[in-house]
């Protein structure tokens, strides 16, 4: 049964609602386009993103620094940044419907390009739109005390930049990380979790010497693949796509998507940006306060270039459980049409589960110490209901790579039954050596 990474979308979208991975947001009130909720095991999977580009990032790179900066970013900030002018997207709304799209994503070269894809009517000529989220600070709402959702956790860093530099004591080139929530009002919002209003992303401002740019971002558009190739994705469903000149946002030179082959076809799920010295400069220019790095070596003030790798935690987590769901074609032991999430152990929300064969007090008491003590290193369950088959079946569609079952014999040897996810191979294991075992395999 290999996995199958070109599943029906809505067979995922099912899947994930069913077994407490993502579901939509004020559901009972009948939702909310484009936010969604990650349930138990899709908040831990999301949460094991998270630490495997803290593990990669921070804990193995001694001059890439975490920050967590406010999701509330003051006006003069983006508009300093060229957001609150230039984030737009480009609209167009049919005058029969009413309904409204982004300019740029209508199918282009068919007969019927400028109609509206819902009912043909006539569209509107396209205005810019501003996909940025205002409020305002306090009890009175005037423009004094507007403020925006950040659109990106970007700027948050650039504004910290001489503050870090100074307390860190930092020295070209370094960066500076940080995961977070990020918002935009997006016209048209579709594909699951693909494209939503509410999103998290994880990403590193890298500042480095102008004259070195080029080769960083080289360097970075390398190690950012090899990044996401290193959660299980496999390679022929990624690729590189360098943005034309006329795609380049505002603030980069040079950008480099990392797109994967959803069910849906090509989308980005991560991506590399030249920002050059853009932000920084403005930031200085407006604010008045000096952004610039002292070169002790030539003695000199530079104005630092910046490489931006970045990705979303929602895409990235679609894509692992896109190209994780497998369905059985019944040649491999399962019945036909068993689901099972194939992907790396360590993303699995659960690592193991632990059962006793049938519900008796002797085997539940062994078991739940072996849940006690495996849970204090892994996340684990303990379930004793419906047949060992069915409860089998349970971990398999959820991606726990280990089933660990007492039974009768256990009472005497002191051992316990492992079964592992994707080859169903069980392996008899001294109990006191479980802990141990699933170190080695979920390190491997």
């Not at 484009?34 to 790179?61: D, S, V």
């Not at 459980?321 to 074609?329: L, P, T």
Request: aromatic share 12%; net charge neutral; charged share 30%.
């Amino acid at each position: 049964m290999p996995g199958n990474p070109q599943n029906n979308l809505e067979q995922i979208v099912s899947w994930a609602k069913r077994r407490g991975f993502v579901y939509p947001s004020d559901e009972i009130y009948g939702g909310l386009n484009a936010i969604y909720n990650f349930g138990p095991y899709g908040a831990l999977l999301k949460n094991n993103l998270r630490e495997n580009f803290l593990n990669r990032w921070i804990r193995q790179e001694p001059n890439i620094f975490l920050i967590d900066t406010a999701i509330i970013t003051k006006l003069e900030t983006l508009r300093a940044s060229g957001h609150e002018a230039g984030f737009t997207d480009p609209l167009v709304e049919c005058l029969k419907c009413r309904k409204r799209f982004r300019q740029d994503k209508l199918v282009k070269g068919k007969t019927d390009a400028d109609k509206c894809p819902e009912c043909a009517g006539e569209l509107s000529e396209p205005r810019p739109f501003n996909l940025m989220f205002s409020t305002y600070i306090g009890s009175v709402e005037n423009e004094n005390n507007k403020v925006y959702l950040r659109p990106e956790t970007a700027q948050g860093i650039f504004t910290s930049f001489s503050y870090i530099l100074d307390i860190m004591r930092a020295k070209l080139p370094f960066g500076l990380a940080q995961i977070g929530k990020c918002f935009r009002n997006e016209i048209t919002a579709r594909q699951f979790i693909f494209r939503l209003r509410e999103f998290e992303i994880a990403e590193i401002e890298y500042f480095v010497d102008p004259k070195t740019a080029d080769e960083e971002f080289e360097k970075w558009v390398s190690s950012w693949e090899k990044f996401i190739l290193n959660l299980g994705i496999k390679k022929e469903n990624l690729r590189r796509r360098e943005h034309s000149k006329k795609e380049l946002a505002h603030y980069s030179c040079a950008t480099t998507d990392i797109e994967y082959r959803f069910p849906f076809g090509w989308g980005e799920i991560a991506g590399i940006a030249n920002r050059e010295d853009f932000d920084l400069k403005q930031h200085e220019k407006t604010s008045g306060q000096a952004q610039k790095y002292f070169d002790s070596a030539s003695g000199k003030k530079i104005m630092p270039f910046v490489i931006e790798p970045t990705c979303s935690l929602e895409r990235l987590a679609l894509a692992v459980m896109a190209g994780g769901f497998c369905q059985s074609d019944g040649a491999d032991g399962r019945a036909k049409g068993e689901r099972v999430l194939k992907i790396k152990p360590e993303l699995a929300p659960i690592k193991a589960a632990i059962f006793p064969l049938i519900k008796k007090p002797g085997l539940a008491k062994i078991s739940r110490s072996i849940f006690a003590d495996l849970s204090k290193k892994f996340y684990c369950e303990y379930d004793e209901s419906g047949s060992i088959g069915r409860r089998y079946r349970r971990q398999d569609e959820i991606g726990t790579p280990f089933c660990i079952t007492v039974d009768f014999d256990s009472l005497e040897d002191g051992a316990a039954t492992v079964r592992e996810r994707d080859t169903m191979k069980q392996e008899r294991i001294q109990i006191k050596e479980i802990s141990d075992y699933l170190d080695e395999k979920l390190n491997d």
